[in-house]
């Protein structure tokens, strides 16, 4: 991600240190912030919501660097990184702590700012569900394709993509069986961020929206990002997006490849987290049969 939002020179004198006077006397830190993430979207709408508020990344830095004294800048870099990192909007970020006045038994000079300095850079790792359908033209080709362009998104790793299934339509129009899978993963990219690579990716396999829920040459639905047993999941309901996926807990087109590919998996439903395997017990699994074979990654 080429986008950038950069705090520069954060300015606290505080104790911290691995002397004991180090830890009683005030010296001076100062702290770079370069956060990567998407701000297109923020650029088009002129809303704070659809970015990271410098202002609340500068006020968590000055609280992790005021707190009681610790020993090592290293331990106030990773904080104030992890601190970054709850934004949903990060993608990566870099921190640097500059402990200029730092007792090393030394003199330092130089124009900039001279002294000891830590830098860490640290990476969203979100784990990332998206469903993959086709019901029009050729199928196997039209997922296979999607499978090698989501592969070349950047910030999107895939780790396993179940195999296909044959499925007969739910809702819509009468139109003709998919074939779908699930592709499993992690990404750093943000949930709005991902969503237009994938609606990226549709438009490059023809896929046009008329009808709702009607055939389609390709269909990639963002099921869960985030882990719902750690309770890092993100969810949230607006129409551009919603997650997880609102229907996902009882389609078994969904479920029945989710648990192909990962086994273990949960979902978020309401206030609980259920395993897939549970969620695919329940739902209704009439029309659902293994598909043909592929060799997707
Ligand atoms: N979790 C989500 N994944 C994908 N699209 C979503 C999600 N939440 C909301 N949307 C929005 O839904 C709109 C319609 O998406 P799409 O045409 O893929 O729906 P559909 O596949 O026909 O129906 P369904 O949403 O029931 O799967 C998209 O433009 C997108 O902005
Ligand atoms: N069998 C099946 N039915 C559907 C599917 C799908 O992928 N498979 N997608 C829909 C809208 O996303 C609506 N109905």
């Known amino acids: 991600m080429s986008d950038r939002i950069a705090l520069t020179r954060l300015a606290v004198t505080t104790p911290h240190g691995v002397l004991a006077h180090e830890k009683r006397e005030p010296q001076r830190f100062f702290v770079d912030i370069t956060i990567e993430c998407d701000v297109s979207r923020a650029g088009r709408s002129d809303d704070l919501d659809h970015t990271i508020s410098y202002a609340d990344v500068a006020q968590d830095a000055e609280?992790?660097?005021?707190?009681?004294?610790?020993?090592?800048?290293?331990?106030?870099?990773?904080?104030?990184?992890?601190?970054?990192?709850?934004?949903?909007?990060?993608?990566?970020?870099?921190?640097?702590?500059?402990?200029?006045?730092?007792?090393?038994g030394v003199d330092f000079a130089g124009f900039g700012l001279a002294g000891p300095s830590v830098s860490v850079r640290r990476e969203q790792h979100r784990p990332v569900v998206i469903a993959l359908g086709?019901?029009?033209?050729?199928?196997?080709?039209?997922?296979?394709?999607?499978?090698?362009?989501?592969?070349?998104?950047?910030?999107?790793?895939?780790?396993?993509?179940?195999?296909?299934?044959?499925?007969?339509?739910?809702g819509g129009p009468a139109q003709p069986d998919y074939l779908n899978a699930v592709a499993v993963g992690?990404?750093?990219?943000?949930?709005?961020?991902?969503?237009?690579?994938?609606h990226e990716i549709e438009a490059g396999r023809g896929r046009t929206r008329e009808i709702r829920w009607g055939?389609?040459?390709?269909?990639?639905?963002?099921?869960?990002?985030?882990?719902?047993?750690?309770?890092?999941?993100?969810?949230?309901?607006?129409?551009?997006?919603?997650?997880?996926?609102?229907?996902?807990?009882?389609?078994?087109?969904?479920?029945?490849?989710?648990?192909?590919a990962d086994p273990q998996a949960q979902l978020r439903v309401g206030r609980k987290v259920l395993p897939v395997a549970q969620l695919l017990r329940s739902a209704d699994t009439t029309g659902i049969h293994v598909g043909p074979e592929w060799r997707p990654l």
């Open 63 to 104: 609280r992790i660097l005021t707190q009681p004294p610790v020993d090592l800048i290293e331990h106030l870099a990773e904080q104030i990184a992890a601190s970054v990192l709850r934004h949903v909007a990060a993608e990566a970020v870099e921190v640097t702590v500059h402990k200029p006045d730092a007792p090393a």
């Open 134 to 170: 086709a019901n029009l033209g050729h199928r196997v080709r039209s997922l296979e394709a999607a499978v090698r362009a989501l592969r070349r998104v950047e910030g999107l790793d895939l780790f396993e993509v179940s195999g296909l299934f044959e499925t007969a339509p739910v």
């Open 186 to 198: 992690t990404t750093r990219l943000a949930p709005w961020t991902l969503l237009d690579r994938l």
């Open 215 to 260: 055939a389609r040459t390709l269909d990639l639905d963002l099921i869960q990002l985030g882990d719902p047993a750690a309770g890092t999941d993100l969810r949230f309901a607006t129409e551009e997006l919603t997650l997880p996926h609102p229907r996902a807990a009882e389609r078994a087109f969904v479920l029945a490849p989710w648990l192909d």
